[in-house]
């Protein structure tokens, strides 16, 4: 299993990014997938989750409304657009995967290296 992030960088506060979480080596459509985030000195946080064979979404409050997660199956592709950014935002952001949503954040659970978001204000 290999889940490579892309997509940070440095934005300015109200900007935009889009992430990518390409996946291999297991069937796609039977997983979900899974951003989370860690800042320096906070708890990792759930961003977002989508299950790939029914679409079915979830968001964390804190980015109800800002972001969009979604799932390109012919590409083994999620992405997480992000709009509207804020200072406190900025972390490293990874997805995971994992055959149940409940599974998402368990430590077993494959997990990319990451992609970088700075925002700044």
């Known amino acids: 299993v290999q889940l490579v992030e892309s997509g940070g960088g440095l934005v300015q506060a109200g900007g935009s990014l889009r992430l990518s979480c390409a996946a291999s080596g297991f069937t796609f459509d039977d997983y979900a997938i899974g951003w989370f985030r860690q800042a320096p000195g906070k708890e990792r946080e759930e961003v977002s989750h989508?299950?790939?064979?029914?679409?079915?979404?979830y968001y964390a409050d804190s980015v109800k409304g800002r972001f969009t997660i979604s799932s390109d199956n012919a590409k083994n592709t999620v992405y997480l657009q992000m709009n509207s950014l804020k200072v406190e935002d900025t972390a490293l952001y990874y997805c995971?995967?994992?055959?149940?949503?409940?599974?998402?954040?368990?430590?077993?659970?494959?997990r990319g290296r990451g992609t970088q978001v700075t925002v700044s204000s």
């Open positions: 989508i299950s790939t064979s029914d679409g079915i979404t």
């Open positions: 995971t995967a994992a055959p149940d949503v409940f599974e998402l954040g368990h430590s077993f659970a494959p």
